[in-house]
């Protein structure tokens, strides 16, 4: 969500500067010694990563070489977690310069890319050549290998997570070794590594799956009444491609929902005035309503690229900060009503710290740590004020709540969910930590979000 803070925005533009200036070195060194005032942060701003120790590399024998340097390292993406993922306060290892399309297979319908390279940069150069991926998350600008990492999302009961477009990794292991797995040869270790959280290794090449490019077209209706919702629920969701309802759990309603659906299809969307009680809007909306839609991707049925519509941020803007916090919570499909209505009765709780929630669904897949694991589910996130007292107060009171459903948080966002709980939710941790061990048995990628979450029991 973009709420642009100048102050951060100035820290990015360094970043991409000091970025640039050690792109054009030929060798790994290190980058900048960070002046305190001018410490490395998350996208948000609300996490100062633990080191100033950056190094970029430019190649695959580079971060072979670097990883077998270093005790103790992460690789950070596009900076776009809430939590300390990916966090170091050894090492941080950028592939952002290694940002190349590998090869397009129109054969296969595969497209390898090298890991720090962005759905933004990948998806015009999919769609000139006719080809689209599944599913875009919320924006465009989060790199694939990190995006993957922690099973990213868009929206769609027939969607998968961004992640399920996986089909091959290469991954650079704690002993510097090229690993490569795939889904037709490697079956439960691909499965397990593709959700890796930093954990494995370093990715180095991704092959996702593609498909015919296709075009298609948004409308966003306005105060759906929230019994319809209940009452509702399954033909809301399946009224289109991908389907997303944003709330601020006030006035018993949801504010808006975005119908996303590929113009081609034999059942296109129809853009009735009116659906489940909303009425359709007459302009191009922001997911406040109150904020200006200038940064929003196309609305009002115009028919656009696949790329320019899952998004519901504008690939052009370049959302340098944003002054907010996140949480996201996957209840299981069958659940999805109940677990709604029962966030909605803390509505006087969150209201006040919310700049809006987003709820979607998203299809069942079979990787490891996905929490959409064997079951498809609906997610309920939070868009917060910056304000983290009072996020960090409601977070454990909305999880009591959602603990009946066995509510799983998002690896990327903020949650309070403690490390038991979250290895009786995420059944295949303890086969995930032997994996983990297979590739780096010295824990050189764990870092302390790893150690507490993953490996503490
Ligand atoms: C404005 C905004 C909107 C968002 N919208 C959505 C949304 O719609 N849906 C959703 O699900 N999430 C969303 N997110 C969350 C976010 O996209 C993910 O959490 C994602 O991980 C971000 O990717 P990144 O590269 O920025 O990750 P980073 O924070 O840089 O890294 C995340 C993890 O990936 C690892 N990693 C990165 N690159 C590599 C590599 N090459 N090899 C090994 N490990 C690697 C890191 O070590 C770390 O563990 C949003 C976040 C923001 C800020």
């Not at 297979?105 to 000139?128: F, K, M, R, S």
């Not at 196309?298 to 696949?306: I, L, N, R, S």
């Not at 079951?375 to 868009?383: K, R």
Request: hydrophobic share 40%; aromatic share 10%; with cysteine.
């Amino acid at each position: 969500m973009p709420n642009v803070d100048t102050a951060i925005a100035m820290n990015k533009r360094t970043f991409i500067k000091l970025f640039a200036a050690m792109i054009a070195s030929p060798v790994i060194s290190p980058l900048f010694a960070w002046a305190s005032s001018n410490k490395l942060k998350n996208w948000a701003g609300n996490l100062e990563y633990g080191t100033d120790r950056l190094y970029s590399a430019n190649s695959l024998e580079q971060v072979r070489d670097y990883v077998k340097k270093q005790s103790k390292l992460k690789v950070l993406g596009t900076r776009h977690c809430f939590n300390n993922i990916a966090d170091s306060t050894h090492n941080i290892l950028s592939l952002k310069s290694m940002d190349e399309v590998v090869a397009l297979d129109p054969e296969a319908h595969t497209v390898t890319v090298n890991a720090g390279i962005t759905y933004g940069q990948l998806c015009p150069y999919l769609h000139t050549r006719g080809f689209a991926l599944h599913n875009l998350a919320s924006l465009p600008h989060i790199s694939i290998a990190g995006a993957c990492s922690t099973a990213t999302h868009g929206s769609g009961e027939k969607n998968g997570n961004l992640a399920t477009a996986v089909s091959a990794l290469e991954i650079v292991t704690a002993a510097g070794e090229v690993v490569k797995l795939s889904r037709q040869i490697d079956g439960e270790a691909f499965r397990g590594a593709v959700v890796g959280l930093g954990a494995l290794g370093v990715i180095t090449k991704i092959t996702l799956d593609v498909q015919p490019t296709f075009m298609m077209r948004q409308y966003v209706y306005e105060n759906l009444p929230l019994s319809e919702m209940r009452d509702q629920f399954d033909a809301i969701e399946s009224s289109a491609y991908s389907v997303s309802l944003f709330t601020d759990w006030q006035k018993q309603r949801i504010n808006e929902v975005w119908i996303k659906s590929r113009v081609e299809e034999g059942q296109a969307f129809e853009a009735t005035s009116e659906f489940f009680g909303a009425k359709r809007a007459i302009r191009n909306l922001h997911p406040i309503a109150e904020l200006s839609a200038e940064n929003c991707t196309e609305q009002m049925g115009v028919p656009g690229p696949w790329y320019e519509r899952l998004p519901h941020f504008r690939m052009g803007f370049t959302p340098s900060a944003g002054k907010e916090l996140q949480s996201e919570y996957f209840v299981p499909r069958r659940h999805a009503v109940e677990a709604i209505l029962a966030v909605e009765r803390l509505h006087d709780q969150v209201s006040p710290h919310l700049m809006i929630s987003e709820i979607r669904a998203i299809a069942a897949d079979n990787l490891w740590l996905s929490p959409c694991y064997e079951q498809p589910c609906v997610t309920i996130h939070f868009t917060w004020k910056q304000d983290w007292p009072a996020v960090r107060k409601l977070m454990p009171v909305i999880e009591k709540e959602l603990a009946p459903f066995n509510a799983r948080p998002h690896w990327g966002k903020l949650f309070t969910t403690s490390p038991a709980e979250l290895k009786s939710i995420y059944k295949k941790i303890p086969e995930f930590v032997q994996l983990s061990k297979k590739y780096d048995p010295q824990g050189k990628f764990r870092n302390e979000f790893l150690n507490t979450n993953i490996f503490s029991s």
